[in-house]
């Protein structure tokens, strides 16, 4: 009904950039909160940033001053620019969002995830 589709991963050198993308399609009224997670190999996943339907944010303190969330609510989509990689930031990148359906339900949605690898 609802899909999270990210993209805008890849490879980069330490001290890099990359933004990543989340788009979110199907029967959606309105979407609450959005936020980027992410999952190393061995690790569980965590919370890297959020932000409100109005644009309130929140960060992990490992990507504060680094990273930046943000979003367009009429194109339904997240963003999330990465600056000054470091090899630790290296995971598997998951976009999440609490959507309303048109039958005014809510429910929580992940993406697939988009891999993100810095090198050294």
């Known amino acids: 009904q609802v899909q999270l589709v990210e993209s805008g991963g890849g490879l980069v050198q330490a001290g890099g950039s990359l933004r990543l993308s989340c788009a979110a399609s199907?029967?959606?009224?309105?979407?609450?909160?959005m936020g980027w997670y992410r999952q190393a190999p061995g690790k569980q996943r965590d919370l890297v940033a959020t932000i409100t339907r109005r644009g309130t944010t929140n960060y992990a303190d490992s990507v504060k001053g680094r990273f930046t969330i943000s979003r367009d609510n009429a194109k339904n989509t997240v963003y999330l620019q990465t600056n000054s990689l470091k090899p630790e930031d290296t995971a598997v990148y998951y976009c999440n969002a609490y959507v309303i359906t048109p039958d005014y339900s809510g429910m929580n949605y992940w993406g697939k995830g988009t891999l993100v690898t810095v090198s050294s």
């Open positions: 199907g029967r959606i009224f309105s979407i609450n909160a």
